[in-house]
């Protein structure tokens, strides 16, 4: 059956495993053995992190007697997952697909082919579903007693909740993709969308209760009322928790109808966009063409920065640090004194909070990774820099100080607003400065040593080299060993004064940096030629 | 000149890509360089251009050895790929300026080459939008452009007239005579016969990373056609 054929190439184009890990089992065993357990740990790390606070928030349901509360949570974060995948995937996965051009021309129908096209993106959706809500499903099993056809109904109606938003939000996501594509800037339209809505996420998150026993405990409130408001939440909790049948029916053929409806209803939709493409407006000007001539380095990073902003994964993944930087800064300040309040209960602890601040700073810089991927973002443009006369050491450092501006002034912002609100001592506050600039630059010429070495051209698009490349993965784990090691050193010598122990950490980072420097510099230009 | 000496190089270890290949190209030359797919001509001119290293032999390009003086050889050099990947972030002009910065070519002259080869293929109107919005063929434009903005001595060209438009073609044409009439020498690698067996002086043909035949291209065809001795010397293989 076609269908199945069309599968068995689309999966292997999106899930195959060298797609998955983004390196090659057969030529590089090492590299893919270290993916393979960085991701175990990334995700390792989340579940059980996430895990332990469903466990404890379930303790307390259950002694409050309102364990079917979970459910609620299962619904909602199954549903907002699937919001998300289909508001940001669905205008690529089914209205402008890249091998429309291939496809269309064959003897298929176009029924089959966005049936094909609706499961991959299912199965990624099913995959997330599945990977974040089992903490919260297992939550519920223990404190509630396990019931095989409680978890059997849960597991088809969880393969039901994905579906009215896939039916919503494909139609919202085309209509964000047409409406942006009007605009110059659409990529910084879409950013901006995509921020402000993880921002929309992670301020729900953080409607906390700090007072309560759990942190989740400020979204009972929050998630009752939306659930009061949807009705297949209400048959969720029912059909599960009472395993009433007529509600799993419900669910069920309320789902089933809507997709089949959906499909035949975008057949002809799904053409048509795609034979329109998707071409951003660009506005012709009359401007006089107007040369500059500039140092090259100088080039080098501004080309870094146009890069930068032209790729949404880029800017989604290494640009999330200094944007949290910045509204860390300000948010300090404004609830400045709700922060007070909690030095206050912290202070017999002995706690040291520009230390607790340094740290932070350190985890926000270490997601800043670029000059760990971006010669690999070279890609097929690398010739360009291989035939040019510039000498390596230059596109790297060039590299590098990109970095630097993206992470240093505003880690230094979030500093100095810190120390507004927190009153640090002018002392803690010149060493605190130089420690951020010297792990900035570190962690900058870190990245371009790891990217050096462990480059990766070849790519069918950035998600692979930004998401799953070992670069990316040594670039952001290099920073926190750095940090690791600055705090075992702060934690050790703990008897020697604050600016003292700042003081090592920052001759540490600034000796290791210089001989990071040396290296690239010496270094760079074989194993350039030999890339 | 161009001197290619002795020059290997395997991807695999195994199999030689391109296999102890010599050749000689003085300035004024048009060296058309002809193969079947995958006889190696695109690993030639990469390892020419200082993009890819060799295993063995030795490229120089005017006395400056590519694998040890490779900045100083560079440039001197320009290279245009089979395929015009640019950076699609830039406009056309940005990427014109990026190249000519690094070849560090004044204010003055880019200025000048920037509105004469911008004329002649017609994308001035579009130099000022970013390259992302460009066609096959515009691209194709602004990295010839960006190759002929320092005035090179040495031009290596992958296909260049794959995906531009007759009248295009025309004018690289012209654009290349114009060159090796001050000294300029270029080596390009074509599928179509044609254009090599009229408009270069001399051919080499790679069979299997292998130089089966070179010279001047009127000792090279004799009283035959470019197509004749190409398919022969395919089917003595």
Known sequence: MMYFKLMKVFFKENFSFKKLIGTDLKTSKIKAILIIVAIIYGFGSVILGFGFMFFEFGKILQEANMIEMLLEFVFIYGTFLSVFFVLFRANGYLFHYKDFDILQPLPIKSRTVIFAKLTVMLAFIYITVFLIVSPIVFSYFYHSGFDILKLLTIIVLLLMIPLLPLVIFAFVSLLIARFSANFRFSKALNLILMFTFFLGIMYLSMSMNFSGDSPLSGQIGVFASISKYIITAQWFKTAVHDLNLLAMLGVVSLSLVLLTGFIFLIEKLVIKTNQMGMTTKVRSTNKAVISKKREMIVNIIDKEIKKFFSVTVYVFNSGFGPIMMAIGGVAILIFKEDLLTYIDLFEGVGLNFEAMVLLLLGFLISTVFTSAISLSLEGKNFWILKSLPIKAETVMFGKMLFNVILTLPLSLFALFMASIALQFSFVNLLVMSLYLISLCFLSSALGSVINLHFPKFNYVNETEVVKQSLGALLGMFSTWLIVTVNALIYYFLSDLSFPVLILLNIILNSGLFIGVFFYIKKAAQPIFYKL | ?237
């Open chain 2, 1 to 237: 000149m161009l001197k290619i000496v002795n020059v290997s190089k395997s991807y695999d270890k195994k199999k030689k890509a391109i296999d102890q290949i010599n050749l000689e190209i003085y300035p004024g030359d048009i060296y058309g360089f002809i193969g079947h797919n995958g006889a190696g001509k695109t690993t030639l001119l990469k390892a020419i251009a200082g993009i890819l290293n060799f295993d063995e032999g030795e490229i120089t390009i005017f006395g400056k050895s590519i694998a040890k003086d490779n900045l100083e050889a560079k440039k001197v050099m320009a290279y245009i790929p089979d395929n015009p990947d640019v950076y699609e972030s830039l406009t056309g002009i940005q990427f014109l300026d990026f190249i000519a910065d690094a070849y560090d070519v004044s204010l003055e002259k880019r200025n000048n080459l920037i509105k004469k080869y911008a004329q002649m293929f017609e994308i001035e109107s579009v130099l000022n939008n970013p390259i992302s919005s460009y066609s096959h063929g515009m691209k194709q434009k602004v990295v010839i452009m960006s190759a002929l903005i320092h005035n090179p001595k040495v031009m290596l060209l992958d296909e260049p007239f794959v995906g531009l438009d007759p009248k295009a073609s025309y004018l690289l044409k012209e654009v290349f005579h114009e060159l090796v009439a001050q000294g300029t020498l270029i080596f390009f690698s074509t599928h179509v016969l044609e254009v090599a067996e009229k408009l270069c002086n001399k051919v080499a043909i790679i069979r299997n990373g292998k130089i089966v035949a070179n010279g001047l291209t009127l000792d090279v065809i004799k009283d035959k056609s470019l197509e004749n001795i190409f398919i022969d010397l395919l089917n003595e293989s």
